[in-house]
């Protein structure tokens, strides 16, 4: 499809969001957008995955609102991994970089939550404008006050106001601010970065994080310890942990497989 193109190096995979003029994402390119991030998921040559958009102005506009118009329900059908195919991706344990490129509002913003390190062009500029319009932004509702101050979250949730680059950054919600040339380089950076580290320890950490987002902090011990969460499991019976002991006591760079 078109509107969703996809670049491999390496281990890493790059999807670019291209509908012009806003890339606001209709029903047919959300289900796109899950099919390529489950393929990315279940690829295990695939170890990290760069999520950005086409032009220099929009990131994402969020949910299409001309297709709604044309027929598209709210309530349709997204495809796998809910609108945008990410949020609600099952067990995607891989890491996620957004590199946001110009305006993030809305679903565009609920998007770049779903990921695991969020980076920002300078010009960048975001907003939860569905008040406005009468609905609910309800991915960003959920996630919002758990990842800023309550707050801050429930202002930018109930006026819908634009903040900048700057400002997301200061609450937390960015990882780094870049010039616009320099946004996609530094994203490909850290991608092969984290592409040349331990997948199955990257797996356990996400598994980790989600169970104990919803957890006191010693169930989700209780179940890393009797090994019940299934990327534990899978590492602690691994060639790569037994790698990393024997690079440490070796005096050299480990090399991981990924099982």
Request: proline share 4%.
């Amino acid at each position: 499809m078109e509107a969703v193109k996809t670049k491999r190096e390496g281990a890493v995979l790059t999807v670019v969001l291209d509908r012009p003029k806003a890339n606001a994402i209709d029903l047919a390119t959300s289900r796109v957008m899950g099919e390529v991030f489950a393929e990315a998921r279940d690829d295990p040559e695939v170890r990290v995955v760069v999520l950005t958009a086409a032009g220099d102005r929009f990131f994402c506009a969020g949910w299409d609102l001309k297709a709604a118009a044309e027929g598209d329900a709210v309530d349709g059908d997204y495809g796998v991994g809910g609108f945008g195919g990410l949020q609600e991706l099952r067990d995607m344990n891989k890491p996620v970089i957004v590199a946001v490129n110009g305006i993030a509002c809305g679903g565009g913003l609920e998007l770049a939550l779903s990921a695991d390190m969020i980076l920002a062009s300078e010009t960048a500029t975001f907003a939860l404008p569905e008040i406005r319009s009468g609905t609910v932004a309800d991915a960003a509702s959920v996630k919002l006050p758990k990842r800023i101050p309550y707050h801050v979250a429930m202002e930018l949730l109930l006026t819908g106001r634009w903040f900048d680059a700057a400002e997301a950054k200061g609450w937390g919600l960015v990882n780094e601010i870049l010039p616009a040339e320099r946004l996609l380089e530094r994203a490909g950076e850290l991608a092969e970065l984290l592409a040349g580290g331990p997948p199955l320890v990257y797996a356990a950490i996400k598994e980790i994080v989600r169970d104990a987002e919803d957890s006191k902090f010693q169930d989700t011990m209780n179940r890393i310890t009797k090994r019940q969460l299934r990327s534990v499991d899978v590492l602690y019976g691994s060639e790569d942990n037994l790698e990393g002991a024997r690079a440490f006591a070796e005096k050299r760079d480990p090399v991981w497989k990924g099982r």
